[in-house]
């Protein structure tokens, strides 16, 4: 079936990215990324190949929401901010929930959940700033 097929591509794209953690990827905009320590809520986008991933050092204000192509193995940066899921429907359908944060010049980290589109030129604020993580 094809969640069988999903399940299956999801395990080797977690275990080639353990193994080749210490390498460097070319991003979009020609810089250069390292893949942290820790990545973690891998998520298909809803009409491609591509799969969205966090991924950190483990210190929450370094992580961010990368995508993966399948057909042409690139990774681009998306977000900062940790990835929930990828929308199934409504207005946002194929957007990406990622709990992302900003510092605010009076003090202090707020939080908030965004949709954030797949190319990442797109953000929309789905809750209002906290200084407390966004519930589910």
């Known amino acids: 079936s094809s969640s069988l097929l999903q399940l299956r591509l999801s395990l080797r794209l977690l275990a080639d990215f353990r193994s080749i953690k210490s390498l460097y990827y070319?991003?979009?905009?020609?810089?250069?990324?390292?893949?942290?320590?820790?990545?973690t809520n891998l998520a298909w986008?809803?009409?491609?190949?591509?799969?969205?991933?966090?991924?950190?050092?483990?210190?929450?204000?370094?992580?961010?929401?990368y995508a993966y192509d399948l057909n042409t193995h690139s990774i681009v940066?998306?977000?900062?901010g940790i990835l929930n899921r990828v929308?199934?429907?409504?207005?946002?359908?194929?957007?990406?929930?990622?709990?992302?944060?900003?510092?605010?010049?009076?003090?202090?980290?707020?939080?908030?959940?965004?949709?954030?589109?797949?190319?990442?030129e797109t953000k929309i604020k789905l809750s209002e700033p906290s200084l407390n993580m966004p519930e589910d």
């Open 26 to 39: 070319p991003l979009s905009d020609q810089s250069t990324w390292k893949l942290g320590s820790c990545i």
């Open 45 to 65: 986008s809803l009409d491609s190949d591509i799969i969205y991933f966090t991924n950190g050092d483990q210190v929450i204000s370094s992580y961010g929401v």
């Open 77 to 80: 940066a998306i977000a900062s």
């Open 87 to 120: 929308i199934p429907d409504g207005e946002y359908r194929g957007y990406l929930e990622v709990t992302t944060s900003y510092y605010a010049k009076e003090g202090g980290c707020y939080w908030y959940k965004a949709a954030i589109s797949p190319d990442g």
